[in-house]
């Protein structure tokens, strides 16, 4: 089965940057949907960016210009760059194969750790 495998996470002070890893196993299009998304407590899970099947980005109106999505498929790795960190920002960030408007996500059982941001003066 696909795997999602995601590091990078930690813990910064408000205005601070992270850059999170999202490492891809298994058998899976290279031109396939992928997303991450975050869940804070208490809150149910969120598309935050991702790059639809034709490789267009997407960001969610909250991240918006501070964060940015990339990718390294020689390395079969999603990045997400986060800069401006906000405490609203503190939440487990998880990767999938989709994008912010996919309805599939909320049936999908797959999801990997994912790896804690916290946000925290």
């Known amino acids: 089965q696909v795997q999602f495998v995601e590091s990078g996470g930690g813990l910064v002070q408000p205005g601070g940057s992270l850059k999170l890893s999202c490492v891809v196993s298994?058998?899976?299009?290279?031109?396939?949907?992928i997303g991450w998304f975050r869940q804070a407590p208490g809150q149910e899970r969120e598309g935050v960016s991702c790059?639809?099947?034709?490789?267009?980005?997407d960001y969610s109106d909250s991240v918006k210009g501070r964060f940015i999505i990339s990718r390294d498929m020689a390395k079969n790795t999603v990045y997400l760059q986060m800069n401006s960190l906000k405490a609203d920002d503190t939440a487990v960030y998880y990767c999938?194969?989709?994008?912010?408007?996919?309805?599939?996500?909320?049936?999908?059982?797959?999801w990997g750790q994912g790896t804690q941001v916290t946000v925290s003066s």
């Open positions: 298994g058998f899976i299009s290279d031109y396939a949907a």
């Open positions: 999938g194969p989709f994008c912010l408007n996919d309805g599939s996500q909320y049936e999908y059982t797959s």
């Open positions: 790059f639809s099947s034709d490789g267009t980005s």
